[in-house]
């Protein structure tokens, strides 16, 4: 287990698609979910955010998705289907520029579908910040980030600017 480093914004790795995993490197991808899960906690310790992260943040080009808000769930192979036709706008963060917002518009519900570290598929219904985190989280994987949804030119803000952005 160890703390990897997050690749930043401009790094071209970042705009690369993953590639799917297959039954047969679900133990070597143990040792990955290890280090995303100390990344994770790591950056949350430095800057007192953080709830998910996909594998190719730290470089590995494999469609794996880390959460742990009140518990950790590994999402393999995830995808998103069932998004609404509502949509909301979110000052959205990311590890890849942990000093930046940007403004994005994300669906306000979708689900889901993936597999479990046991291979055992799995579908899960999100509504609010869960869908937008795992549709953030999902975007990664293929290789879109944040800066590349923004609503427009003027979409983009500081974190120091956190507070003042709230009630807007």
């Known amino acids: 287990m160890a ?3 997050v690749l930043l914004l401009g790094n071209p790795k970042l ?5 799917s995993a297959n039954a047969d490197e679900m133990k070597k991808l143990r040792q990955v979910v290890n280090d995303l899960h100390d990344t994770l906690m ?3 310790n430095r800057y ?3 709830r998910a992260i996909a594998a190719s943040q730290i470089g590995v080009m494999k469609r794996l998705i880390y959460m742990h808000i009140e518990e950790p769930v590994i999402f393999v192979n995830p995808v ?4 609404s036709r509502e949509m909301m706008l979110v000052w959205d963060d990311c590890m890849c520029f942990p000093d930046l917002l940007v403004r994005v518009e994300r669906h306000k519900t979708c689900s889901i579908l993936y597999r479990d570290m046991d291979w055992k598929e799995c579908e899960l219904k999100l ?3 869960l869908s937008e985190l795992l549709q953030h989280e999902c975007d990664h994987l293929d ?3 944040a800066t590349s949804r923004a609503i427009n030119g003027h979409a983009f803000a500081l974190t120091s600017q956190e507070a003042y952005l709230t009630q807007k």
């Open 3 to 5: 703390v990897k480093e």
């Open 15 to 19: 705009y690369e698609v993953s590639t």
């Open 42 to 44: 790591d950056f949350r």
């Open 48 to 50: 007192d955010r953080g």
């Open 80 to 83: 998103i289907k069932d998004k």
């Open 127 to 129: 509504e609010g910040d």
């Open 143 to 145: 290789g879109i980030l």
